[in-house]
């Protein structure tokens, strides 16, 4: 296995996503219109969303948006998470929702609310051929529960939340390289950075090796800055103080 100047094993090879990187950018939100937007934009790899996300988005009816968007993005992977607290609930739901389509990928939360692992249901889930998003995982000890009990073909997106993970005062990246590592030899698991605070975090869960990385629209906008000219740069910024002020009509 290569290795890298690190010393640690060179990420797998990647084909160029979307953004021209070679993680691939998947959008996250609920708002119809947007994701729509982004699709015909070919701006993005996939989609992901969750009960939250919907909530604030206003989405009352689960099944009837998820399925109004599988109509109009047959092509592209989009996440679906479950909501169900108990295993038996979360695995009704998991089945539901795998049978509304082929890019349809199930989200299961690592843990239910009393901090049990769901990985037993995971483990069943992916040996039936569900494709599955593992999510809420925080902990290289998670992701090795994972990886220890789930065989390595099966189709599964480890996401974790390195954006909250950010929020405790750690540094992300060192856990993030680990939990790549963790996944390195299991040819269908793929690393996906979640919940990224500022556009930097794309190019920093590519550097570590990650496959997947969320982004919101106002993320997702700010990649045409790549590799701008910063005295340009600067010099936009002072026009847009400059017109602004001129906009609101300040006297002094």
Known sequence: MATSVRGQAAPRSRKRSASGLRIQVFADGADRDT???LYREGHVDGFTTNPTLMRKAGVTDYQGFARSLLAEIPDLPISF???GDDFAAMEQQARKIASWGQNVVVKIPITNTRGELAVPLVRELAGDGLHINVTAVMTPEQTRAVVEAIPGSARLIV???AGRIADTGRDPMPIMREIVDICRDRIGFRVLWAS???VLNVYQADECGCHIITATADLLDKLKLRGRNLT???RETVQMFY???RRAGYRL
């Open 243 to 245: 017109d602004d002020a």
């Open 232 to 234: 340009e740069f600067s």
């Open 159 to 161: 996401s974790v939340f």
């Open 196 to 198: 990224p605070r500022e």
């Open 35 to 37: 994701m729509l937007r």
């Open 81 to 83: 998470e479950v909501f």
